[in-house]
Nanobody, 123 residues
Framework: QVQLVEAGGGLVQAGGSLRLSCTAS????????MAWFRQAPGKERDFVGG????????FYADSVKGRFTISTDNAKNTVYLQMNSLSPGDTAVYYC????????????????WGQGTQVTVSS
């Protein structure tokens, strides 16, 4: 069993930055392929970006490419989402998730989820 806890959300002005963290417990973290998703009110949960268990490979949604960066600190069992140049369109609840395989953008391929952290970007 894997437990994920996100942190770092909050209110930020457009153009600002936030760094989210997701700390995992229950298993050696280096074995996880991780991803971030987000869900705005009334919308589906969308893929944001993913990182391989080794931390050597990442991939992103086109909407965040060049602005968001995913990284890991395996010693801390934590994955990060650095978000820069935020806009009101980035407002959502952000979730981290674990997948068995690397490379999926579909939420159905992710078996464990955190509780989410709210990010609100004001204009």
């Amino acid at each position: 069993q894997v437990q994920l806890v996100e942190a770092g959300g909050g209110l930020v002005q457009a153009g600002g930055s936030l760094r989210l963290s997701c700390t995992a417990s229950g298993r050696a973290f280096s074995g996880y392929n991780m991803a971030w998703f987000r869900q705005a009110p009334g919308k589906e949960r969308d893929f944001v970006g993913g990182i391989s268990c080794s931390g050597s490979s990442t991939f992103y949604a086109d909407s965040v490419k060049g602005r968001f960066t995913i990284s890991t600190d395996n010693a801390k069992n934590t994955v990060y989402l650095q978000m820069n140049s935020l806009s009101p369109g980035d407002t959502a609840v952000y979730y981290c998730a674990v997948a068995g395989a690397f490379g999926s953008r579909s939420s159905t391929d992710y078996g464990f989820w955190g509780q989410g952290t709210q990010v609100t970007v004001s204009s």
